[in-house]
Nanobody
């Protein structure tokens, strides 16, 4: 059974940083690309970033390019999202998600996801 458990969210001031983690279990983590998606209050799911199964290819939404960094540890089965220079528009519930194959896809057409976790709240406010 696929399990994805996010952690690391919280309240941070504009310009601050947070590092999200996602512990993965129940599948062969190193075989699949992974992604982060988010949902802001009153809005739909928004794709944020994706990383290939080996971690050698990463893609980002324009809204976070240059501020967020996705990474993974295939030994510890953990996905990360380092978020710097946070803005109020980054306020959302952040979810990690498993993709259906090893490739991250391309900006505008990221990998297709099949499972996601319960999410962690990120609030950017002064």
């Amino acid at each position: 059974q696929v399990q994805l458990v996010e952690s690391g969210g919280g309240l941070v001031q504009p310009g601050g940083s947070l590092r999200l983690s996602c512990a993965a279990n129940g599948f062969s983590f190193s075989w699949y690309a992974m992604m982060w998606v988010r949902q802001a209050p009153g809005k739909g799911l928004e794709w944020v970033s994706a990383i290939s199964s080996r971690g050698d290819s990463t893609i980002y939404a324009d809204s976070v390019e240059g501020r967020f960094t996705i990474s993974r540890d295939n030994v510890d089965n953990t996905l990360y999202l380092q978020m710097n220079n946070l803005e109020s528009d980054d306020t959302a519930v952040y979810y990690c998600a498993k993709c259906t194959g090893p490739g991250a896809g391309i900006v505008g057409n990221p990998c297709r996801r099949d499972y996601r976790g319960q999410g962690t709240q990120v609030t950017v406010s002064s």
